[in-house]
């Protein structure tokens, strides 16, 4: 190959990748592809949890699960329940408050069951009819003929009497009324200490563990809890911990250390709680961990 | 010297090829960068959606609406999806509802946000 040739061809060469260069340079910078019928996979995370939000609010109105999921399908998470149970939890800890966070944790833990949870719907009012009844006046005298006289003459009012049919409920809906109504605990209702477990387990930190349950045996996440001690407080919140259970939550004791516990929701008190002492294979006692169950 | 003077001792044929070399490689430099590999868009805004999508998420907020009837958070839900007014938003909603067979319940809800969207008033907050 001659050298004339050889450098025609490194020109042309070198002439194409210039314009391989312009080419790109303009359908990357000057002119790039724009978006106009984007899919919501593609949003910024914050507008991803903007449309949680809403999903999560439709779906307490309308109850339709199905519909739930698909919609949140379009925002491709990998994992759309943990998605949803982490963002309540990044909104609880910013402070925002529970009931914002609440239909996010329902529509995850709905998803988790695969079915509606029955919703808290108090029973129907019993609504009574008062009839309108006629007005009856009867005069308990002859009428008295008011004549102007000098003198004050007090007359007797006349006596009214009211026709009145006894109240009777009547019932607006055909449906036939629960034999039983077990009464269920509102939100705000207050926990019962349920059991209170041993863990004993060498080389771990001596952990007070809370389990919290709603009345239904649902995990709370959530839920305030308030740990006193004689040299200090501590407060966290369950299910912060997500991956141990959206009602989990746990603390790490010191040993002779007599702490007080509170939950918020309701005012549970539960006193004096120490850490338990274990004994390990060699005969060396370790303290323990508690396991805490509460349920409202 | 040719006649750009830039390339010497350069035939017009061989000028020829690099003008064709320049253009085939600003083609080829396009259809990579338009077709094969084009410049993603990873934390696209709102505005952007597909119009479904728009209308989807519009119908969630009447869902919500119809549960917790408040028009103010209403509106800020539609804010998200643009500029527009949230009437406007909620009427492209509402027609294309209608142009595409949505159940009564659907389009009765966009109805009820409408309405509320229409006489709602946000009231501003004055700073003192």
Avoid at chain 2, 16 to 41: M, Q
Avoid at chain 2, 46 to 63: G, I, N, Q, S
Wanted: aromatic share 8%; net charge negative; glycine share 6%.
């Amino acid at each position: 190959m001659s050298r004339f040739f050889k450098s025609i061809l490194l020109h042309i060469l070198l002439t194409l990748l210039f314009g391989i260069g312009l080419g790109l340079a303009y359908s990357w910078f000057i002119s790039p592809v724009t978006y106009v019928d984007a899919n919501p996979a593609l949003l910024r995370a914050d507008f991803k949890d903007q449309f949680r939000i809403v999903i999560a609010a439709s779906y307490a109105s309308n109850q339709d699960l199905a519909r739930a999921r698909a919609r949140l399908s379009l925002l491709g998470d990998a994992d759309p329940i943990g998605e949803l149970s982490a963002q309540a939890q990044r909104m609880l800890a910013s402070g925002e408050a529970f009931e914002n966070a609440q239909p996010l944790a329902e529509l995850a833990t709905d998803l988790r069951q695969g079915r509606v949870s029955e919703p808290f719907t108090p029973t129907a009012f019993p609504t009574f009819n008062t009839p309108d009844v006629p007005l009856t006046v009867t005069p308990t005298a002859a009428e008295p003929l008011l004549e102007a006289t000098e003198e004050f003459v007090v007359t007797s009012l006349p006596t009214i009497l009211f026709e009145q049919t006894p109240l009777t409920p009547i019932t607006t809906a055909v449906r036939t009324p629960r034999s039983t109504f077990t009464p269920t605990a509102g939100p705000g209702a207050p926990f019962a200490l349920m059991s209170q477990e041993t863990l004993c387990n060498p080389g771990t930190p001596s952990l007070l563990q809370f389990m919290l349950m709603d009345s239904r045996k649902r995990q709370a996440p959530g839920i305030e809890i308030i740990v006193t001690w004689d040299q200090g407080e501590d407060r966290f919140f369950t299910g912060l911990k997500p991956e141990l259970g959206d009602g989990y939550a746990d603390f790490i004791m010191q040993a002779n250390t007599t702490y007080n516990i509170r939950i918020v929701t309701g005012g549970t008190l539960a006193p004096n709680i120490i850490a338990p002492s274990c004994t390990d294979p060699n005969g060396q006692a370790y303290p323990g961990s508690l396991l805490l169950t509460f349920q409202q | 010297m040719t006649a750009l003077g830039i390339i010497p001792h350069m035939s017009s044929s061989n000028l020829i090829k690099l003008v064709l070399a320049i253009v085939i490689g600003i083609g080829l430099g396009l259809v990579y960068g338009w077709v094969i590999d084009p410049v993603e868009y990873i934390d696209v805004t709102p505005d952007v959606l597909r119009e479904d999508y728009k209308v989807d998420y519009t119908l969630m907020v009447a869902e919500a609406y119809a549960n917790d009837f408040d028009p103010a958070l209403a509106a800020q839900r539609l804010a998200i999806l643009g500029s527009e007014p949230p009437t406007g938003i909620v009427n492209s909603a509402l027609e294309y509802a209608n142009l595409n067979n949505f159940t009564q319940e659907e389009i009765r809800s966009l109805q009820n946000l409408l309405t509320a969207m229409q006489t709602f008033q946000p009231v501003e907050d004055i700073a003192p």
